[in-house]
């Protein structure tokens, strides 16, 4: 059974510093990799989708590895700012007739101006 | 493109009674995903739909959840009778045909939080 962790749980960062935020997974046999993020009281947000075959994606400020023999994934944010504070999720896609979403328990991040 | 609608966004109800939770998904998108996020835990799958027919509700407590897709469009989800430990948000979601190269994700809606008192 496919699960997929989070650490740290909570993360708290002046503004500017370049953080990393960390996801592992049990069952290396997935069809993609997604970094989501989710404001309070808000959906989740798609920012970065990694194709199994793929090691890395880059969007701005944000680049997500993946290393799938290891389990591991990272999200690497580059000059953090307060406009960063939010919870980041990160879920694999099942290679199952589903398809479906294992989510992590997410990294709450804040971002201290 | 308009997103995923969900409605309503917040109910409180009393153990017992029931509830039932709107969705929209993105037009032509043909796969719906019903998830349950409580808090402090990332979202969980209840019932995915392809089409109007269940591809997966394996996760789905059927004793007291149900869930239909009419017309292949539109869902509802319904508790009956809610506990306390349903109390979460019920996010939905919806893509393109998974499985294919050109699906890039998921668009969620903004859920409905519901609590159960």
């Known amino acids: 059974k496919q699960e997929v962790t989070q650490i740290p749980a909570a993360l708290s960062v002046p503004e500017g510093e370049n953080l990393v935020l960390n996801c592992s997974f049990t069952?290396?046999?997935?069809?993609?990799l997604q970094w989501f993020r989710q404001d309070p009281g808000k959906g989740l947000t798609s920012l970065l989708l990694?194709?199994?075959?793929?090691r890395e994606q880059t969007s701005g400020r944000l680049n997500a590895s993946l290393d799938k023999s290891s389990g591991r994934s990272t999200l690497y944010i580059a000059a953090s700012q307060p406009g960063d504070s939010a919870t980041y999720l990160c879920?694999?896609?099942?290679?199952?007739?589903?398809?479906?979403?294992?989510f992590g328990s997410g990294t709450r991040l804040l971002v201290r101006p | 493109e308009a997103g995923v609608a969900q409605s309503p966004r917040y109910k409180i109800i009393e153990k017992r009674q029931s509830v039932a939770f709107w969705c929209n998904p993105i037009?032509?998108?043909?796969?719906l995903y019903w998830y349950q996020q409580i808090l402090g835990q990332g979202p969980k799958l209840l019932i995915q739909?392809?089409?109007?027919?269940?591809?997966?509700d394996s996760q789905l407590p059927k004793d007291r959840f149900s869930a239909e897709r009419l017309k292949g469009v539109d869902s509802t989800l319904k508790i009956q009778p809610a506990k306390l430990e349903d109390s979460a948000v019920y996010l939905c979601?919806?893509?393109?045909?998974?499985?294919?190269?050109?699906?890039?994700?998921?668009?969620f809606g903004s859920g409905t939080r519901l609590t159960v008192v």
């Open positions: 979601a919806s893509s393109l045909v998974p499985g294919t190269e050109t699906n890039y994700g998921y668009t």
């Open positions: 069952d290396s046999a997935i069809y993609n």
């Open positions: 990694i194709q199994s075959s793929q």
């Open positions: 879920a694999v896609k099942e290679m199952d007739s589903s398809y479906k979403l294992i």
């Open positions: 037009s032509g998108h043909a796969t």
């Open positions: 739909f392809q089409n109007n027919g269940v591809v997966d």
